[in-house]
Structure formats: structure tokens, C-alpha cells
């Protein structure tokens, strides 16, 4: 087998089998096959495109090529949850222990942030203390313990799609549906979840910026699922402005603690419980999501999914008292207002914008190097369809000091901000749900 004849047969649209892609992926990871090869094999997938199981093979190729991590020894249904990325995306702060507090196990592997968008291992370690490497033996005996262990990527996962996600950033084929759905999935495959739901973001501050790609990349994640036999569902979510108020490590942190004593932001609310509900219905414990829904309510309300969280903390070691007093997450010593300049509505707000403002601050990495500042970031103050006055508050930045850089900072998000004269339509926060058996619009 050469791989030459590999691209070629790719290049003029045949499918490749699964043994043709294990050797590609193997010999790719393993320093046999040079980029120039795998750049080509790249724009050959980017053009001519995969059938559904040429993409599930793919998957699975990229997933065997470096370490799988068993959960068998964990009691239950593994329902892990993925997002593809957002502006104050912190639901796996809060769906973790509501979904486990409905009994549904949660094993999670995170990662930590780069550019825009927040890591979940950054926001929990602005919570003093708190480990996010544990053994595999004491990973598995927490989560059978108390339902919910999270902790940051280990091992050598999908080494093979480590390599070519850096490729194709310097050779124009990220934007092919079988090459992000399949490297979204190797991860997810090798991290030994039984079943998985899906956050597609679309928006501004996505990735997928039209609602029909969007769906188009949901339904070839839930394709693969399928076709590996991991039930997977996905659920489309507005990412034309950020989720919830607070953009940083500790604002998100001290935000998702709010959502689980009941007193968070109603979009954050709503998407936690959506996707907790699909994870719960995989989970095996009820048979619909509404009823689901309805479980999770429950459980958000009654107090049990922020015990989970205290727990959860405790378990790896954080500062338990931060869950109840916030005010000892790390806090920034100065705050900046950006105000309007006009009045009116505000008609949209560029999500990616505030993402990159924030890691300008310190709130994310720009390289995989840098470090970053935990009590650092913003706090929206106005969102999409409010109405505001010439000189209110828009915005507050959290930083270490003022500064020239800062001010620019400051101009920026005031710039992200669309001030319009009429009150605009708002989208709704949920648009599609991608299931086996099709795409549904809400």
C-alpha cells in the first residue's frame, strides 16, 4: 500500500476503506507519511468530500491512533457533552452536577482554552486548590462515588488528528464538514463515552456561522456516532452574542454557581437544561426530554445540583467555601466602564469581538504558552433587544490596572455594540435539535 495511491484514489472520488485510512492515520502520527502528503490528502477530502462510513472509518482511525481510555469500570450509562465553542460558554460548569445529581454519570475530559473561547479546565482552576489531574483509579472511583469527575486531557488522544488540526490551519482546509466532524468525534471516541450530545454553536462568535452549515456539520457528528454505535444527539445554539453576562475564568465560574442556586441568566438556564435533558434521555433514565426537563428543573430548584457541585469540588480538592461566598474567587482590583455612545436598542453584539477583548485582558492564551489571569474579563451589562441611553454602562471590564492597552481594549468592545433606533428582532437562543433521525427547527 502507498499512500500516493491513496490520494489519488481520493482525489478522483473514490472511497477509501477502513484499513486504507488506519494506514494513512498510522503512518501519519507516526512520522512515516510528511505533510506534503497529508496536505494533499487534506484538499482531496476538501473537494471530493467522505460518504457517511468513509467518515465514521476516518473517526475511528484518528481515535486508534494514539491512547483510549476505558470506562467500563464506571457504573451506568457515560453521557459525555461537547461544545464546539463559544463567547462565556460555562455549561459544563453547571450540567455536570445537574445531570449527576439526576443520576446520569459524568466522566469528562476537558480541555483548556486557546484564542477566543474559554477552556472549562481554566475556569475551574480559578476555584483555589482545585486538581485537575487525577489518577485513572481515583477518576473512576469519583465519578462512581459521587456522579461527576472532570479533569484535564491526558494521555495521547487522537495524536493523529493533533497533527493534521494544525495542518489544516496553514493549508485552507479547515472548512470541510468530514475533517472537523471527524476530529470533534475522534476525541470525543478515545475519551470512552457511551453516548454523546453535541453543542453546535453558529453565529458571530462561532465557528459554523450560518444556521444551514451549522446543521450540516451536527448531522455528520451524529452520522458517526451513529454509524460507531454511540447514540449522539445535537442541539444548534445562537452564538450571535455571548452566553450569559460574564466573560473570564472566575466571572464564569461565580455565573454558573448563580445558575445552580437558581438565580442565573435565562439563556444560560435554558441551554444547561436542554442539553442536560438529551444527556439524561441517553442516560437511560427517562424516555423524552421534556420530562427530563422537567427532572433537571427539579433538581436545579430543589438545592441537589448545587450540593453535586459541592461535592465535586470538594472531591478534587477546591475551596468548597467559594460555592458559597463567590467573593473569594480571584477578583480583578480594577474595573472599567465602557458606556454608549448613542441611545436606543442594542441591535447586535459581536460575540467574537468580546472573546478576543477578553483574552487582549489576560482572560485567555493568544499561544498554547501563555498564561493566563483568572480574575480578569468582562460583564455585559446590556444584551441583544435592550433598550439603552447615551452614556449608560454596556460593559465592565475586570483588569490589574489601566493602562493606554486597556483603554483600546475598552474601545473595542465598545465597538462590538450595534446601537439601533427600533428595537430588533432577537434569535431565538435554540434552533435546531440533530438526531438520528433527522434535523428538527424549534
Known sequence: MRVVDLIHKKRDGGELNASELQYIMNGYSGGDIPDYQMSAFAMAVFFRGMSRVETANLTIAMAESGDTVDLSAIHGI???????????????????????????????????????????????????????????ERFIAQVNDIGLAVIGQSGDLAPADKKMYALRDVT?????????????????????????????????????????????????????????????AAVISDMDQPLGYGIGNALEVHEAIMTLQGQGPEDLTELCLTLGAHMVVLGGKVGSVDEARELLRGKLHNGEALGKFRAFIEAQGGDVAAVDDPSRLPQAPELIEVKSDGEGYVAAIQAEQLGLAAMLLGAGRATKEAIIDHAVGITLRKKVGEPVQAGETLAVLHVREQSEAIRAVAEQVREAYSISASKPAVRPLLLSVVTADGVKRY
Open 78 to 136: 457515560k453521557v459525555d457533552k461537547h461544545s464546539t465553542g463559544g463567547v462565556g460558554d460555562k455549561t459544563t460548569l453547571i450540567i455536570g452536577p445537574l445531570v449527576a445529581a439526576a443520576g446520569v454519570p459524568v466522566a469528562k475530559m476537558s480541555g483548556r482554552g486557546l484564542g477566543h473561547t474559554g477552556g472549562t479546565i481554566d475556569k475551574l482552576e480559578s476555584i483555589e486548590g482545585f486538581q485537575t489531574e487525577l489518577s485513572r
Open 172 to 232: 485552507a482546509t479547515v472548512e470541510s464538514i468530514p475533517l472537523i466532524a471527524s476530529s470533534v468525534m475522534s476525541k470525543k471516541l478515545a475519551a470512552g463515552a457511551d453516548a454523546i450530545v453535541l453543542d453546535v454553536k453558529t453565529g458571530s462568535g462561532a465557528f459554523m456561522k450560518t444556521l444551514g452549515d451549522s446543521e450540516k456539520l451536527a448531522a455528520a457528528m451524529v452520522e458517526i456516532g451513529t454509524e460507531v454505535g454511540r447514540n449522539t
